[in-house]
């Protein structure tokens, strides 16, 4: 849907019941026309949306042919004159303000705080709330060491995928609250790899793709884990150990969702590895 499609107020309607059904914009107050911008495709479209508030600069999900992208509102118009059945609509705003405190260490943000980067709220960034069925797996491997992945039973051209999806960085997100991880990875689309980890072993590991088996993104994830608690356990050990909480995201993540758009805040620098972003 395209500006031109607009009928603005100056427009006649010649179709009465249509008339008769609006009768006046007084019932539509709480309705807004959106312009989404979606990053993916590089191009904008208009939504209706009703009952949410929202502003430029807020990411939102949408029904229609767009709707498992996250878009970017533009423009929000509060006074038209359109037919609601040729408009799909907003279906959800997306959280994307960021509080707390976060350690920078290469090309990650870590946080030891459950508030600052839950996966509740990171999820939504790269997955719709009217996303496809999930898979069931009954694929629960024996209990293995994470510093031996030789005892993942895995292909070994799986393996080397994983390997590959490892170092170029595709896993963006990741968390461990007590014994239970969690990440994202983007393969061909974003994935999510759920994982039970308790005193050095892995006791369970399942990822959202159709893949039967074990697989590349599980393996790559395993990778990410041991580089993950590396860190911790050389620079943040006391952090970790309070709440036996961690989270870490990439930073161009971070940047794209939680800054680039964001039109008021203030992010405060104490020193050049420990920042503090306030929203």
């Known amino acids: 849907m395209d500006l031109k499609d607009i009928e603005f107020l100056e427009s006649e309607i010649s179709d009465t019941t249509e ?18 911008y979606f990053v993916a495709k590089d191009d ?51 959280d994307t303000q ?16 459950r508030k600052s980067l839950g996966k509740e709220k990171i999820s939504q960034w790269f997955f719709p709330p009217q996303g496809e069925e999930p898979y069931i797996s009954t694929y629960r491997p024996d209990p293995f060491p994470l510093d031996d992945l030789t005892q993942f039973p895995i292909e070994h051209a799986r393996v080397e995928r994983g390997l590959q999806y490892y170092k170029e960085q ?33 006791e369970d590991i399942s990822c959202s793709c159709y893949c039967d088996g074990h697989c590349k993104h599980e393996f790559a994830v395993l990778l990410e884990l041991q580089y993950m608690l590396q860190i911790v356990e050389k620079e943040f050990k006391n952090e970790y150990s309070k709440n036996r909480y961690l989270a870490t995201i990439d930073k161009d993540v971070l940047w794209q969702m939680s800054v680039r758009w964001t039109n008021k805040g203030t992010i405060i620098f104490h020193n050049q590895i420990e920042p503090i972003i306030v929203n």
């Open 44 to 94: 904008a479209f208009l939504y209706l949306c009703e009952d949410i508030i929202l502003h430029e600069g807020d990411h939102v999900y949408v029904s229609g042919k767009m709707k498992d992208t996250l878009g970017i509102v533009v423009d929000v118009r509060h006074q038209f004159k359109v037919r609601p059945s040729k408009y799909e609509r907003v279906i959800a705003k997306i």
């Open 19 to 36: 008339l008769i059904h609006s009768k006046s914009m007084l019932s539509h107050r709480n309705m807004t026309l959106v312009q989404v």
């Open 98 to 113: 960021l509080q707390g405190e976060f350690k920078i260490f290469n090309r990650l943000l870590l946080s030891f705080d």
């Open 170 to 202: 595709r896993v963006v997100y990741m968390c461990i609250d007590d014994r239970y991880g969690y990440a994202i990875i983007r393969g061909s689309e974003y994935y999510e790899v759920e994982f039970e980890y308790n005193n050095g072993i892995i």
